[in-house]
């Protein structure tokens, strides 16, 4: 009994241990862009020589960065709710209707997940090109729509899933007509997972990059772009400020979703 | 009259009206562009790689003879092959852990960090890679200061860095997963399996592996397929020279301007993928299959 228990003891700490060790592998890099973006020197030396804030105001102060945070800012706003409406009707058609073709449109709507984020970028920009639309703010938005759009299903189909079929049937004994039905009990049933779906879309729009890439152009070049071109040529310490920034407000918004809805349902 | 009425016009079922603008949407921004991009693959080009009327395979013909573009698709596949195993011997502990722990708070805070770099931009995590293995990067500077090292070592641009910052962008999706599956498993079969005197080790091989077997495929075949297509985290880690069917897609489109090229290996590279997936979900239902016959 006295080796099992010391057997046990160890399976916990070398589980404790190992766990920890990949959360610290999961952070560094993470740290290292925060920590980084405070630098006094023009360097990415650890430890740091000091602390300020002179990359956040090189960042508000270069145009170049100024309109990038307000061009993803913008456009984030500009996607949500589109997004949010197509993701609500798609995630309850899947998880709640009760018609034929129900798994395939499913496979449908999850799809782009599936493809390289380099594939759909190619096929968006090819698309784009004979409507004329490349380098549009149209153009990226639509793209981040079609990046976005299925984890915003998979939210809503978990809230739709859950819903007592019954409710609405009273709703529509009771005389509802089938859109005041679904307006008046499903949508509120869905609120949880149609906020957590509008915060999810936000983190995915501001931190897309692979699609976004291809579809960019020169006035339509949204922070993670711009890190992604910035980074190629010559990696400055405005580049982990403006990082860290974009780092802020995707955990500001995981927080949030996290009060709606929990979070470990999301994938 | 109302149930003549009722009878007559087939009634739309149930979520089918909802389903109409999503379904419009995708078929419209997704179905439509990427047909339009198998297209462009079966065009064949004029010097100027612009597209021309008619129809060939010579896109794939290309692919196929030109050696680096072969070997490329074969670099992403071993790389893949890698990464996958990586996450998942990884995961294990992790997901371990989350489904096990009884203190909500440790749960709560591994889980926050497990999920931190899944919601954080890949550029971000990349650059972030960028600064640790820099020649002043933290890496470096705690190699020296243990003396290990005089001088800095070139850490980027090594395969090595490249292989774990794609681990540190895929880990997380293998953790939900296996994390989605460890947790489906009952206590008592732990119990009984203890009680009738097998050792942890035993426990593990013969019950819990067998049994997160559905979780376990489901989270490599996420991992592998979004490796395969992986082309930012190489770019900016190792650079652009490094042989990965995803970054050659990104510099026959944008630097070389060959689009029917690059469609054509974005097909072979998506063909690759997906018989890969098929393999590691035949792999899986075997597994449990043989496990639930025996």
Redesign the interface.
């Known amino acids: 009994m006295a080796k099992s228990h010391i057997d046990a003891a160890v399976a916990r700490w070398s589980n404790r241990i190992a766990v920890l060790v990949v959360c610290g592998f999961l952070l560094l890099p993470l740290f290292a862009v925060v920590i980084s973006s405070f630098n006094s020197a023009n360097n990415f030396r650890f430890p740091p020589e000091g602390f300020s804030f002179r990359w956040y105001e090189e960042a508000f102060a270069g145009t170049a960065w100024a309109e990038s945070l307000q061009f993803s800012a913008l456009l984030a706003l500009m996607v949500v709710p589109f997004v949010v409406v197509l993701g609500t009707l798609g995630g309850y058609a899947v998880a709640a209707g009760d018609f034929r073709g129900r798994g395939l449109l499913s496979s449908l709507f999850l799809a782009p997940m599936a493809v390289p984020g380099v594939m759909l970028g190619l096929a968006l920009l090819y698309q784009l090109q004979t409507w004329g639309l490349v380098g549009s703010t149209t153009g990226i938005w639509l793209a981040h729509l079609v990046v976005s759009f299925p984890f915003c299903v998979r939210v809503v189909a978990v809230s739709a899933a859950s819903i007592d079929p019954q409710l609405v049937r009273a709703a529509r004994s009771l005389g509802a007509s089938e859109l005041r039905a679904f307006l008046t009990v499903t949508v509120p049933l869905l609120r949880p997972g149609i906020i957590a779906g509008a915060f999810l879309t936000t983190v995915v729009s501001l931190g897309e990059v692979a699609t976004s890439v291809f579809v960019s152009g020169s006035n339509t070049v949204t922070v993670p772009v711009r890190i992604y071109s910035a980074a190629q040529v010559q990696i400055e310490p405005t580049i982990a400020a403006v990082s860290t920034l974009l780092l802020v407000a995707s955990v500001l918004a995981i927080a949030l979703i996290d009060r709606f809805f929990n979070v470990s349902r999301l994938l | 009259m109302s149930i003549a009425l009722a009878t007559r016009a087939p009634r739309l079922?149930?979520?089918?009206?909802?389903?109409i603008?999503?379904?419009l949407?995708?078929i419209g921004?997704?179905?439509?562009?990427?047909i339009?991009?198998a297209m462009?693959s079966l065009r064949p080009t004029n010097d100027l790689n612009t597209p021309q009327p008619g129809w060939t395979f010579e896109q794939y013909q290309q692919v196929w003879d030109t050696g680096y573009l072969r070997s490329s698709v074969l670099d992403s596949l071993w790389l893949s092959i890698r990464v996958t195993l990586t996450c998942a011997v990884?995961a294990y502990?992790?997901a371990?852990?989350l489904v096990?722990t009884s203190s909500r708070w440790a749960r709560t805070a591994?889980?926050?960090?497990?999920?931190?770099?899944l919601?954080?931009?890949?550029?971000?995590?990349?650059?972030?890679?960028?600064?640790?293995m820099?020649g002043?990067?933290?890496v470096?500077?705690a190699l020296q200061a243990l003396q290990i090292t005089d001088d800095s070592i070139p850490l980027l641009r090594s395969g090595w860095t490249v292989f774990l910052?794609i681990v540190?962008v895929l880990?997380?999706?293998a953790i939900?997963?296996l994390?989605a599956s460890l947790g489906a498993i009952d206590d008592a079969l732990l119990r009984a399996s203890a009680n009738l005197g097998a050792?942890?080790t035993r426990t593990f091989f013969t019950v819990v592996l067998p049994l997160s077997v559905p979780g376990l495929t489901a989270g490599l075949m996420v991992v592998f397929?979004?490796a395969?297509?992986?082309?930012?985290t190489p770019?900016?880690v190792g650079g652009?020279t490094m042989s990965l069917a995803?970054l050659q897609?990104?510099n026959m489109?944008?630097v070389v301007f060959d689009?029917p090229g690059?469609?054509a290996l974005?097909f072979v590279?998506?063909t690759v993928?997906l018989v890969a997936c098929a393999l590691i979900a035949l792999f899986g239902s075997l597994t449990s299959r043989r496990r639930t016959r025996g």
Request: net charge positive; glycine share 8%.
């Open positions: 079922r149930r979520g089918q009206v909802a389903a603008v999503p379904t949407f995708m921004a997704f179905v439509v562009p990427l339009g991009l462009l990884v502990p992790v371990w852990f096990r591994v889980f926050a960090i497990v999920l931190s770099p919601l954080t931009s890949e550029v971000v995590r990349s650059f972030g890679w960028r600064v640790v820099g002043q990067g933290p470096n500077a910052a540190h880990l997380p999706f939900i997963t994390t050792s942890r397929s979004l395969m297509g992986i082309y930012v770019l900016l652009a995803g897609i990104q489109a944008m689009q690059a469609a974005s590279l998506l993928t």
